[in-house]
């Protein structure tokens, strides 16, 4: 894959195979044509298949917290990349995440959950815990914008083997419960639905 690559504790950045020396705040380097086009059909990709997306400013971190960063997303499930505002317009384009568009100013650093919808918001949190630089300005889901103060309520969301113990709990609980439980979900829905209206009509 073209493109910078952070690494070593030298203060050397590896550019397309080349050590060039680094600040100690993440920096871009100019692309060309081709890389440019490699990183747009990179980001696409995910951006097609993955469940959710956050964007977060950067600035000010340094290229060591930011690598510590990477190494957590990867554990997680997570794509987490720097990627210049034009192309990351042009990668969510025709995605569900194409609502973000407006909002790509800024240096962001995109991050989207591969495994299961809450990991990206999951990471986010947790990083911006200890680094209070990380500022969180996009959260999407699902064709959908949340609030930034909303990346708390996706964290939440259950993992995937979470979900997968879930299910198999309904599974196990006896045949009653479970046609019980089907049942009342047709309901809640209806009820969910008409509460938001209903707030809407209010506000």
Same mark, same amino acid.
């Given at each position: ?10 203060? /050397? ?15 871009? /380097? ?16 995910? !951006?097609?298949? +993955?469940? @959710? +997306? ?16 990477? +190494?957590?997303?990867?554990? *997680? ?5 720097? =990627?210049? *505002?034009?192309?990351?317009? %042009? ?10 568009? &407006? ?5 962001? =650093? ?17 990083? !911006? #815990?200890?680094?209070?630089?990380? #500022? ?10 949340? !609030?930034? *103060? &909303?990346?708390?309520? /996706? +964290?939440? /969301? ?6 997968? @113990? ?17 049942? &009342?979900?047709?309901? #809640?829905?209806? %009820?969910?639905?008409? !509460? ?8």
């Amino acid at each position: 894959m073209t493109g910078t690559t952070f690494g070593g504790v030298f203060g /050397l950045l590896v550019f397309n195979g080349t050590q060039v020396p680094r600040c100690r705040e993440v920096t871009t /380097l100019a692309l060309n044509f081709e890389q440019k086009q490699a990183i747009v059909a990179e980001v696409a990709e995910v !951006a097609r298949t +993955a469940y @959710s +997306a956050v964007a977060a400013e950067y600035r000010g971190i340094t290229v060591e917290k930011m690598t510590a960063l990477r +190494a957590e997303a990867r554990k *997680n499930g997570v794509y987490l990349r720097v =990627v210049k *505002n034009t192309l990351a317009r %042009r990668a969510v384009q025709d995605t569900e995440f194409e609502c973000m568009t &407006e909002g790509l100013t800024g240096p962001l =650093v995109l991050a989207f959950s591969q495994e299961d919808p809450g990991a990206a918001a999951r990471v986010i949190k947790d990083f !911006a #815990k200890v680094e209070d630089k990380l #500022k969180v300005t996009l959260v999407s889901i699902g064709g959908q914008m949340l !609030a930034p *103060n &909303e990346l708390e309520t /996706l +964290a939440k /969301l259950p993992t995937y083997d979470q979900a997968v @113990s879930m299910l198999m709990s309904v599974m196990q609980a006896p045949i009653q419960k479970l046609a019980q439980t089907m049942n &009342e979900v047709p309901g #809640k829905l209806v %009820r969910t639905v008409a !509460a938001i209206r209903d707030a809407k009509e209010a506000a």
